[in-house]
């Protein structure tokens, strides 16, 4: 694999964006990118950059972006241009900005208040982005999310019980999914919330796999 990738990190620390993005960087040079670092929502201006970029990886969470900046992440990955990310750096990012979330497919909503120890099904074992990838469990934040239906999922989860919101216990849950944006891919993962969960091999093997795929 070859090609060049830019890894937008910022917003909210909880999910160490500078680390988690130089776990990032680790992964796509080791697949041949030339990797380019940003901390600035910017990036998302310059079309000359992202016409030239194969793969946009966002590890932004919550934070605000201009209509300008959404307005130029979409329209690049329309032209082509891959997005990948993963936990809030992708679905927590931007909430009042509607465009953006037509354009991930998906957006958190909820999570138990401390971490769990939840299955991971793959549903789509014929995906690139799941190859050799088994089921697996993870401890770690679950996240309820409101989906687009129009999404393909990889990979779910059954919800566990939470003793704030009891009728959420047994919901059928996306954490791994693909959508085509125009003629650009785009890649979601919702596990990610710290350095450690990233490191897990399943999740590794699939974020990789996937950003792999979502690239030009």
Not at 188 to 198: E, K, N, W, Y
């Amino acid at each position: 694999m070859s090609g060049t990738a830019l890894v937008v990190r910022g917003g909210w620390a909880g999910h160490a964006p500078v680390e988690a993005a130089e776990w990032c960087v680790r992964l796509l040079e080791r697949d041949g990118f030339r990797v380019l670092v940003s901390d600035s929502l910017d990036s998302y201006l310059d079309d000359g950059l992202l016409a030239a970029t194969d793969l946009v990886v966002q590890c932004w969470t919550m934070g605000r972006i201009t209509d300008g900046q959404a307005a130029g992440l979409s329209r690049a990955v329309r032209a082509g241009t891959g997005l990948a990310g993963w936990h809030g750096g992708i679905v927590d990012a931007f909430r009042d900005c509607t465009d953006y979330q037509l354009m991930t497919g998906g957006q958190f909503v909820h999570h138990p208040r401390e971490f769990v120890r939840y299955r991971v099904d793959p549903v789509a074992p014929g995906h690139p982005a799941m190859a050799g990838v088994s089921p697996f469990e993870v401890t770690t934040e679950q996240y309820y999310l409101h989906v687009d239906p129009a999404v393909e999922v990889l990979a779910s989860t059954v919800f566990a019980e939470d003793p704030d919101h009891p009728e959420l216990a047994g919901t059928v849950m996306p954490v791994t999914w693909t959508r085509r944006w125009g003629a650009g891919r785009v890649f979601v993962s919702t596990i990610g919330h710290t350095p450690a969960d990233l490191a897990v091999p399943e999740v590794e093997l699939m974020t990789r796999q996937g950003m792999t795929w979502a690239s030009r």
